[in-house]
C-alpha cells in the first residue's frame, strides 16, 4: 500500500534540544510540504519542497530546518530556536499537475 | 498574503444536509480545497473547486464563487461519523495550501 509515514506518533524533548522528525512517502510525489498545527487552529506551512535538493520557507520557518536528499524522504529538525515547539506536526506530500495533498498521521511533539 | 474565515461550529442532525461556509482573501488564486480531520488524526481531502476543475469525493460537494472569493462545502445524508474538524484551503503560486481556522461539525441523532 502507498502512503505516507510519519515517526515517531508521540515525541518528547527537553528544552534547548533539537529533535528531528521522519516523514516518509512511496507514493512517487515530487512535492512535500511540513505544516504544523496548534490546538483549535488550522495548518501553517513551515517548509516545502518541490524537487529533490531544492525547499522554500513558508510562513513560520523560524527555528526549522528540512533536508531533501531523496524524493521519498523529507525530515523536519526542529532547532532549539524555536520558541514554542509544542505542537501537532503534519507531512504531506501532492501529485504533480494536481492541488490535492495527502497526509501522514501526524507527530505530537511535547518540549518539557 | 491570504486570510480565510470560516465559522467556528457547526451542528445538524443525522440525515440532514448541511452547509460549511469559506470566504477567502488572496492573491494569485488557483483553487479552493476541502479537508476533514477527526480529532487527533490526519487531515483527507473531499473537494476541489478551481481554475483547472473540480474533484469531489462521496457525499461531499463544493461550490465556488471566485467574483464573491466564497465558497462552501455541502454534505449530504449525514452521519454520526462526519462529525469532525472541516479546513478550507486556498491553494497559490507554487501549490501551496493557506488554511481556515477549521469548522467543528457536530452530528446529532
Not at chain 1, 62 to 88: D, H, I, M, W
Not at chain 2, 24 to 31: A, E, V
Not at chain 2, 37 to 49: E, I, K, M, R
Amino acid at each position: 500500500d502507498g502512503g505516507i509515514t510519519q515517526s515517531p506518533k508521540y515525541l518528547f524533548r527537553k528544552e534547548g534540544q533539537n529533535v528531528t522528525l521522519s516523514c516518509e512517502q512511496n507514493l512517487n510525489h515530487d512535492a512535500m510540504y511540513w505544516y504544523r498545527q496548534d490546538p483549535g487552529q488550522g495548518l501553517r506551512l513551515i517548509y516545502y519542497s518541490q524537487i529533490v535538493n531544492d525547499f522554500q520557507k513558508g510562513d513560520i520557518a523560524e527555528g526549522y530546518s528540512v533536508s531533501r536528499e531523496k524524493k521519498e524522504s523529507f525530515p523536519l529538525t526542529v532547532t532549539s530556536a524555536q520558541k514554542n515547539p509544542t505542537a501537532f506536526y503534519l507531512c504531506a506530500s501532492r501529485r504533480t499537475a494536481t492541488d490535492t495533498q495527502y497526509f501522514g498521521p501526524g507527530t505530537r511533539l511535547t518540549v518539557l | 498574503g491570504q486570510s480565510l474565515e470560516q465559522p467556528s461550529e457547526v451542528t445538524a442532525v443525522e440525515g440532514a444536509i448541511v452547509q460549511i461556509n469559506c470566504t477567502y482573501q488572496t492573491s494569485g488564486f488557483y483553487g479552493l480545497s476541502w479537508y476533514q480531520q477527526h480529532d487527533g488524526g490526519a487531515p483527507t481531502f473531499l473537494s476541489y473547486n478551481g481554475l483547472d476543475g473540480l474533484e469531489e469525493t462521496g457525499r461531499f460537494s463544493s461550490f465556488l464563487s471566485r467574483s464573491d472569493s466564497y465558497g462552501y462545502l455541502l454534505l449530504q445524508e449525514l452521519q454520526m461519523k462526519d462529525s469532525a474538524s472541516y479546513f478550507c484551503a486556498v491553494t497559490s503560486g507554487y501549490s501551496t495550501l493557506t488554511f481556515g481556522k477549521g469548522t467543528m461539525l457536530l452530528v446529532s441523532p
